[in-house]
């Protein structure tokens, strides 16, 4: 019996790994790889220069793949060396506030590409009065590209906050505007590629301590709310705000002029004008009275 049933399984195939003897196994078919060339960056500040040992920005995106722009590899290097499918490239290439565009093509050979930044540096400081030292305290530094129709969100081309601060700028003419306490200068200056600068805003300015008192009979209570205005009215017939502080105002910095300081409080009011020399200080001392004795009756 149990020779035939030996027998009968071995006629009909079914004894333990024969099948698998005979089958094949299913392997994955893997995607031909496909090929690159190697491509190396580098830029230089100006043309003639050297390549830069600095870090850039490096963007390069494909530009022939059906669906637009499409970012292939970003890093910071001085000269990147990416592996690359043929095709069209953007690079991009930022330093400072300088970036170029390029499109390059890639072949089956290795290239090398260099990106003119065509940029120079420009480095800003600030002295409240001729003689004295650069502010060690933050400036707002404004930089707008020069136009005859002055500055405007549409041509302005970076802002930093710090006492002492070098643009990398493309080469061209620019309108620098640096904020400190209640004084602004403008400064135009030219950028040449591949060339350094160093400037120093002259504020020409003076320190003023303002203080209010109430007339005889008078209380001041709570805040004096200050506001500084230029002595002289502007075409529309005002007197431009400079400044406008609320409580305790320490010394302001403004710039050599004429204007009004005035002061409010409660019910009371009073102005004062004053002068301001560069390099000077002075103390200049509001007095407060009642609305009504200040402001002049219609027709007065």
């Not at 390059?104 to 990106?115: D, L, Q």
Request: charged share 20%; with cysteine; proline share 7%.
């Amino acid at each position: 019996m149990r020779v035939r049933f030996w027998a009968a399984l071995l006629s009909s195939g079914v004894v333990c790994g024969a099948a698998a003897a005979d089958e094949t196994a299913a392997v994955p078919k893997v995607p031909p790889v496909a090929p690159t060339s190697t491509v190396r960056l580098q830029a230089v500040i100006a043309a003639g220069a050297k390549p830069m040992r600095e870090a850039i920005a490096w963007t390069v995106s494909r530009l022939d793949g059906g669906v637009g722009p499409q970012a292939v590899a970003t890093q910071s290097a001085a000269a990147p060396q990416l592996d690359l499918a043929p095709g069209r490239y953007a690079v991009t290439a930022r330093y400072g506030d300088a970036e170029v565009r390029d499109e390059i093509v890639v072949g089956a050979a290795e290239t090398a590409h260099v990106v003119n930044l065509d940029a120079g540096h420009v480095r800003f400081g600030m002295i409240p009065y001729a003689g004295a030292p650069v502010i060690a305290d933050d400036v707002t530094w404004e930089v707008y590209r020069y136009t005859k129709s002055g500055p405007s969100e549409r041509n302005r081309v970076a802002v930093v906050v710090a006492p002492v601060h070098q643009f990398v700028l493309p080469a061209g003419h620019y309108l620098v505007r640096a904020r400190y306490d209640a004084s602004t200068a403008d400064l135009v200056v030219p950028v040449i590629a591949g060339h350094s600068y160093k400037y120093t805003v002259n504020l020409y300015a003076g320190k003023v301590a303002l203080s209010a008192v109430a007339d005889p009979g008078a209380a001041i209570v709570g805040d004096v709310a200050w506001e500084i205005r230029r002595a002289k009215p502007n075409a529309a017939g005002e007197r431009e705000v400079i400044a406008a502080r609320v409580g305790s105002t320490g010394p302001l910095l403004l710039r050599e002029g004429r204007y009004v300081a005035m002061a409010r409080a409660d019910g009371l009011a009073g102005e004062t004008p004053f002068e301001v020399k560069a390099g000077n200080s002075q103390k200049i001392k509001v007095v407060l009275r009642p609305v009504e004795a200040v402001i002049p009756a219609a027709g007065g």
